[in-house]
């Protein structure tokens, strides 16, 4: 376990934010995992095409399963634009950018696409921004608008649970991995162990939907990556089937419906997922939220529904 400098004080620095570059490097992690979660439509699509990336992949996908830290700087606003987050990354000091590429390959033949780094960072790094931004168009931006409304409901649901409850059950609640005991914040890995100093610095807490199982503490910058409710179904390509007792109890519709509401989604992803008219997913909706089960959060124009504490009960029974 690692325990990272946290005190009481630090709430007050708290803060959420949801990163398109987050996302991104998150993605090529879960990719080179080969996660189960992943849908095996986008990841057999995303890995053929990052032959057509060289530089991306060297830099990220490394003999070391190392990420630059400048690829991923904190966001200086909570919903930063992928433009915003590579002018940052453009404006990196050159010697930080050499350093950190090639610690990616410390002890280990580098190709061409990372040498060019220490002999021509403004070019490579050039070269680098292009590639991202294609990967990202590939990879991420046809599902940016449900990772960005599913992290603002996360965001939303988890200041509801801090008002409701408190600051610490809103973040021993956030993930498995991660606790709080008042001191430091916990990060429940069996084989790694350690302590970091807390610095001063404030947290972000970045909803990642790529981050899947795993928390990532950056100590740079301070902040933790940590995927929102219902990361698995996102990418899923048919809604999960309830279990035989939910339908019974509600009925196999609303039963489907309360299912598929592991991940927010409005009135009319549902009716589209479930093959549904507008006004009947509406009732079902409707239904399930006066009876409790169902809460919904405002994301710009849109209504996201998703379970409350109960409907996530009485799914896992």
Known sequence: MIAWEFGPADVAGLRFAHSPMAEL?????????????????????????????????????????????????????????????????????????????????????????????????????????????AYHATAIAPLWPRLRAVADAEIATRVRVAADHSPRRMIDTLHPRLGWDGAALQLRYPHKHGSWSGGGQDLTLLPTGFAGSEVYAMTTGRSLWYAPAGYGTLWSPAPAAPAAALSALLGPTRATVLTLLAAPHSTGDVATRLGLAPATASHHLTTLRDAGLLTAERSGRRLLYHRTHLGDHLTNL
């Open 25 to 133: 490097v998150a993605s090529v992690f879960a990719l080179r995992a080969r996660s189960a979660w992943l849908r095996p439509q986008w990841s057999a699509r995303v890995g053929a095409a990052l032959a057509g990336w060289p530089t991306f992949r060297a830099v990220l996908c490394g003999p070391l399963g190392y990420a630059p830290d400048f690829l991923t700087p904190v966001p200086l606003v909570a919903r930063p634009r992928l433009d915003d987050e590579l002018a940052l990354i453009a404006a990196t000091a050159p010697d930080r950018v050499v350093d950190q590429v090639l610690a990616g390959w410390t002890g280990h033949a580098a190709p061409a696409e990372i040498n060019r780094f220490a002999h021509a960072p403004a070019a490579a790094l050039a070269v680098l921004l292009g590639e991202i931004r």
